[in-house]
């Protein structure tokens, strides 16, 4: 078709280095639910040791809530309540960030509808989150067609 364009973007994948943060609890005392934020970083993997990292690297966060009632049935420790909501949130996340659509913070939510069963994960077998670094190639969207 004559004067139409096509507004499809080519995109291209990067290597992300991503560094969690110590994570903290944000609950406040009338919730009936328990919040995690998961500060980490977030830059490109060619930087990482180059002059620019530090200018490069951008900041955000992953607050991650548990239901009380859900929380009841896992009879958790401080701890593990911690490793498990990392590990249950992590993947969620991390999708965004694959994906190229990554917002500063994001929610969270595990409850019986998410996640109706026992404990999903064994938090003996989940490392700290604090000071975990692995990298995510991430979509890139650049220039159109």
Do not use: Y
Not at 42 to 57: D, I, K, N, R, Y
Not at 62 to 71: A, E, Y
Not at 102 to 110: D, Q, T
Request: proline share 8%.
């Amino acid at each position: 078709m004559a004067g139409c364009f096509s507004a499809t973007m080519d995109l291209s994948m990067e290597l992300m280095r991503i560094t969690i943060g110590k994570p903290s609890e944000v609950t406040n005392p009338d919730e009936d639910f328990r919040s995690v934020l998961f500060p980490f970083s977030l830059v490109s993997a060619e930087l990482v040791g180059a002059p620019e990292e530090l200018q490069a690297t951008t900041n955000h966060r992953m607050l991650v809530r548990i239901t009380n009632s859900r929380l009841a049935g896992w009879h958790l420790s401080e701890a593990d309540l911690v490793k498990v909501l990392f590990q249950l949130g992590w993947p969620r996340f991390a999708e965004t960030i694959r994906a190229g659509t990554l917002e500063n913070a994001k929610e969270i939510w595990i409850d019986f509808a998410t996640h109706p069963g026992p404990c999903p994960v064994d938090p003996s077998r989940i490392p700290e989150p604090a000071g975990l670094q692995f990298e995510i190639e991430e979509e890139r969207r650049i220039g159109f067609k």
